[in-house]
């Protein structure tokens, strides 16, 4: 029996058990010290160059970061719709409207054509997302930015360490969001990170973060509780100190499977832009859904789709926009395993099925 390749899996080692045993050891569980050291550690290690503010996922940090740009009700902000449900519900909870543009045919990030298209006199911010770990087109949808006076928020929740031209992703907008949900580059068990332009908009997610509060009974604004606790601070701490290495491996495993496979397009790197690899993912034009069945019933392969429904067509957005480049990508795109723990005989395996599946489906 072959072993099953899942598409996923988080890494957790004795280092990671031992920090959660200090904390529940300490008494103190709830936001504290590990969290302190979390944030700082975290901004010095992706050289972001900026303050960073823990919360309890990446989704509350995209909510509380758009109220603390003061993002709110008449407010538009343009998202792809090619992308995690995460993006347009932390727009459409600040009671703003998520307005939905297309993206690039190569590399799956927003069109900054398509941007511009869809900019209107509500519009006040532009969310990209770097999805799958490669930079959005930040040098255009920066000078388009500036162009039309709109808020960069970028959504970094897949490309922990990616970078274009030299500068990480989570430094290019008002602030930027990383996710630590398990199955993302690294992880706190479930959390969110968000890095921020100005001491205002810290300040601000600082309060929305903890009640609306700095000092105790002095609430300032109508708040959440949306901490991360030190235990899984304490998890994400070590996890920084191994992130490095499994970003390496995955550029290796997304290098051996671009030499290898045959007849499938390899996902493209824009010049300058460095790919951390959160997936891989190729292009089925004929019968997607098939090859991953294939995948899994023959060969042992887990696969992912990311994502086969668009946003714009969830039932809680539903509008009627013509994206294209959104549809087309929603019916081929395949993810392949790329994370770090496969071993050279599972990327084999993963060629040679994908290889014989493709020549035999042609
Ligand atoms: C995972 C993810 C999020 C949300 O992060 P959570 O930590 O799961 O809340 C947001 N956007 C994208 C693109 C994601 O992949």
């Not at 995209?62 to 727009?91: R, Y």
């Not at 799958?132 to 929740?157: K, N, T, V, W």
């Not at 509060?213 to 920084?240: C, P, S």
Request: net charge negative; with cysteine.
């Amino acid at each position: 029996m072959t072993e099953f390749i899942p598409p996923a899996r988080p890494l957790i080692g004795e280092e990671e058990r031992a920090a959660v045993d200090r904390v529940l050891r300490s008494g103190m569980l709830a936001q504290g010290p590990e969290v302190k050291a979390f944030e700082e550690e975290f901004s010095a290690h992706f050289g972001l160059g900026r303050s960073c503010v823990a919360v309890n996922s990446g989704t509350s940090g995209l909510h509380l970061g758009l109220l603390s740009s003061g993002v709110g009700p008449g407010d538009e902000v343009i998202v792809p719709s090619f992308t995690f449900a995460a993006t347009a519900n932390s727009v459409a909870l600040t009671g703003a409207t998520p307005v939905f543009a297309d993206i690039n045919a190569d590399d799956f990030c927003l069109s900054p054509a398509a941007v511009e298209a869809a900019i209107t006199e509500r519009t006040v911010g532009i969310m990209p997302v770097h999805l799958y770990g490669h930079p959005a087109d930040m040098r255009s949808l920066g000078a388009l930015a500036e162009r039309h006076e709109l808020q960069i928020f970028e959504d970094a929740a897949q490309a922990h360490g990616a970078s274009l031209g030299g500068t990480p992703v989570g430094s290019f907008g008002s602030f930027g969001v990383f996710s630590l949900y398990p199955t993302k580059n690294m992880t706190s068990g479930e959390g969110g990170m968000v890095s921020v332009a100005t001491p205002e908009i810290e300040r601000k997610l600082r309060l929305y973060r903890n009640q609306g509060m700095e000092q105790q009974y002095k609430n300032e604004v109508v708040g959440f509780n949306n901490r991360m606790t030190d235990i899984h601070a304490a998890i994400g701490r070590v996890q920084l100190t191994k992130v490095d290495a499994w970003t390496r491996q995955r550029q290796e495993n997304a290098a051996f499977l671009s030499a290898n496979l045959e007849g499938v397009t390899p996902p493209p790197v824009a010049p300058g832009a460095v790919h951390v690899y959160h997936q891989y993912t190729i292009r089925v034009p004929q019968d997607r859904d098939g090859l991953a069945k294939a995948l899994r019933d023959e060969y042992s392969i887990g696969s992912g789709m990311f994502y086969p429904v668009p946003n714009h067509q969830l039932a809680p957005f539903a509008v009627d926009v013509d994206l294209p480049e959104t549809t087309r990508a929603a019916a081929e795109c395949l993810s392949l395993p790329v994370h770090p723990s496969l071993s050279r005989d599972d990327l084999e395996r993963i060629v040679t099925a994908v290889n014989t599946l493709a020549k035999a489906g042609a």
